[in-house]
């Protein structure tokens, strides 16, 4: 049975060797069985061009082993030293405005210089010379985040010869950019920048392709380093730590195939129950990218909830409900951000395994409560987590939809992925996040979310889908454009309109919105007329009084229903009840607040629990609750805050 990983990123050039001692000592009382070494340490192992100092970290990878710990060690190229910064200015990154970074910061680089690259590549390779054989390593962990973009002449240059690769001729980029827009016919290659910050709105279809080319060029960063880790004879996972954000330029589920095992960072945005819906999410989205197949949550924090605004202390028992959650949905474990909280530096006040107060705290205590709890769990190893409902889930259309120049700035469609998510979370329904161009022909039903940009082979492949007896939920402003950010002509949705047999001639972006069953709509609405389908729901007042606003659609031996509006949660919520009995999905009957997943594999299954709310509730379920390690008589009584892992 495999072992679930437990432990965090680990920071011994922060501390003395007295703490080395203590640190291990500590780690064995709570149960952790896997540190990440180095991430942040070039300057510690390279203080000078080509001299290095290894004794510090041999003493802590020693001291690891002998202690029965493994180590994730890292190439710290996120964040290179001082010098490398002073010797190679040019290195350094240039924003959209022109203005060039200076060092003081980690990500201080443009992965598009040649000077980076080398150190980059030198530092990686001296690594795997000295410790590719020590018995403590386990994998290899290549950089930090990748995501940091740079709009440099070097940056330029390499743009132009991405676009060479993937136009070939100017006539076809000229074509994709819709460049006799504005006077931007371009005659030579040279004439094209990346873009940076100009008098008005930039190009939509240049700028989703800076986007696209930064993906791979930093891909290309990766693999050079997992070449040379490689090189070095064990055959060890080699990964990377994958983050989400608005400003990431990383189409994850295309990197997924390099990496040997998926691996995310997580940090909710929220303190309240947005915390728990964006922990699910972040679970899903990763398994998703991993293809149904395990993963591992690299990092998290151990204490507090970041809003943005203020750090929120997580209360007693929920650092163990989103690590459970995680687990559920096929993580490999539960790892950190960070062992031990920093005395000094930018994130001094990160929560870490070890706070500020030190072992003897409630924090440390939780955690190896955790620790002990995990041994319990690793059945779950190699199981699948059962999922009904794909929610399509397209990096480049996320990027195609944070221009400038849509016809409404509230238009979000990360907003409306997570919408439909929570949807479902809150039903107990298991969720992938599929991409658009997949085979869906396994799941019952199929939501697309907003999906403005649609390629003909993915609008194709979900036609088929339906065609072929699916069920697809489709909701506002999706397939307008095609994958070179230019719009469907003929009436929107236009990768949709026959599948959803509607037509739409106008937008009319609102603030609100009324139904004729009662629910409300926000943000968006649009003149539909009916080509095949028939009106579910209809606007109530305003301009749209009468029309269609929801429809549905008989299509070969599926239905296809589109939903024309932002639907309020409740209005949502009444939507996907009919839609998922549409699909023959049978929901489980869950108490609100309550959490499930169920995971199988041949024979076995198992149900996860956990209760988000602040009551007690019952649940009609039995068998053996791996946590506490007793047989479960139907109802099972979940307490407030309470975990269950019920194998049937």
Not at 562 to 588: C, F, H, K, N, W
Request: net charge negative; glycine share 10%.
């Amino acid at each position: 049975m495999t072992a679930l990983y437990f432990g965090g990123d680990y920071n011994p050039e922060q501390w003395s060797p007295e703490v080395w001692k203590e640190d291990i000592a500590l780690m064995r009382r709570a149960g952790v069985n896997l540190v990440t070494v180095g991430v942040f340490a070039w300057s510690s192992l390279e203080p000078e061009p080509g001299r290095y100092e290894f004794g510090w970290l041999d003493q802590v990878l020693d001291l690891l082993h002998d202690g029965g710990i493994q180590v994730d060690l890292a190439t710290p190229t996120a964040s290179p030293p001082p010098w490398f910064s002073l010797r190679h200015p040019d290195a350094l990154p240039v924003r959209a405005d022109g203005t060039r970074l200076t060092h003081g910061s980690r990500d201080t680089y443009c992965a598009c210089a040649p000077a980076y690259r080398e150190a980059a590549a030198g530092i990686a390779r001296v690594l795997a010379e000295r410790y590719s054989e020590h018995p403590a390593l386990a994998m290899w962990h290549v950089h930090n985040e990748y995501g940091t973009t740079c709009y440099c002449d070097h940056a330029a240059a390499a743009f132009r010869l991405w676009l060479q690769d993937r136009y070939g001729d100017l006539d076809r980029l000229n074509a994709a950019w819709t460049t006799a827009f504005w006077s931007q016919g371009y005659a030579r290659w040279d004439e094209i920048q990346p873009p940076r910050a100009t008098q008005y709105l930039v190009n939509p279809t240049q700028a989703l392709d800076f986007r696209r080319f930064w993906s791979d060029e930093l891909l290309s960063a990766f693999r050079e380093q997992k070449t040379i880790l490689r090189s070095f004879g064990r055959d060890l996972p080699i990964t990377t730590n994958f983050v989400f954000g608005d400003w990431v330029p990383v189409n994850h589920a295309r990197w997924a195939a390099e990496v040997d095992l998926v691996a995310i960072d997580h940090y909710p945005g929220s303190a309240g129950i947005g915390a728990e819906e964006q922990t699910a999410f972040g679970a899903d989205l990763a398994r998703s990218w991993a293809g149904g197949r395990s993963w591992l949550l690299m990092e998290q924090a151990a204490g507090t909830l970041n809003d943005g605004h203020r750090l929120h202390t997580k209360e007693p028992g929920r650092m163990a409900r989103h690590s459970l959650s995680h687990l559920a949905r096929g993580s490999r474990g539960a790892l950190f951000f960070q062992w031990r909280a920093s005395r000094g530096g930018a994130e001094m006040f990160h929560s870490a395994m070890v706070p500020h107060a030190g072992a003897e705290s409630r924090r440390f205590a939780e955690l190896a409560e955790f620790g002990a709890s995990l041994p319990r769990l690793a059945e779950l190893e190699g199981s699948a987590v059962e999922a009904d409902v794909a929610i399509l889930w397209d990096a480049e259309a996320w990027w195609a939809m944070q221009s400038t120049h849509l016809p409404s700035s509230d238009l979000d469609y990360l907003a409306a992925v997570k919408a439909a998510h929570r949807r479902f979370w809150a039903a107990g329904i298991g969720v992938d996040l599929a991409a658009p161009d997949a085979d869906l022909s396994a799941y019952r039903l199929v939501v697309v979310p907003s999906l403005y940009l649609v390629s003909d082979r993915a609008a194709a492949s979900i036609a088929r889908y339906v065609e072929g007896g699916g069920r697809l939920l489709v909701t506002y402003f999706s397939g307008i454009v095609n994958e070179d950010a230019q719009v469907r002509l003929g009436g929107y949705p236009g990768a949709f309109s026959e599948v959803l047999g509607i037509r739409v001639e106008e937008f009319y972006p609102v603030d609100e919105v009324g139904l004729r069953s009662g629910g409300r709509g926000r943000v968006w609405s649009e003149q539909v007329d009916l080509a095949g389908a028939e009106a579910v729901d209809r606007y109530s007042g305003g301009v749209l009084d009468g029309s269609p606003a929801i429809t549905r659609n008989e299509y070969g031996e599926g239905v296809a229903w589109y939903v024309s509006t932002q639907l309020e949660d409740a209005a949502y919520e009444s939507l996907v009840e009919q839609v998922v009995r549409d699909a023959g999905i049978d929901p489980p009957e869950l108490p609100a607040g309550v959490e499930l997943v169920r995971r199988r594999t041949g024979e076995s299954a198992w149900t996860i629990l956990i209760n988000h709310s602040a009551v007690a509730v019952e649940l009609p379920i039995e068998g053996y609750e791996l946590l506490s390690g007793t047989q479960v008589v139907s109802p099972l009584r979940l307490a407030a805050g309470g975990q269950a892992v019920v194998r049937a």
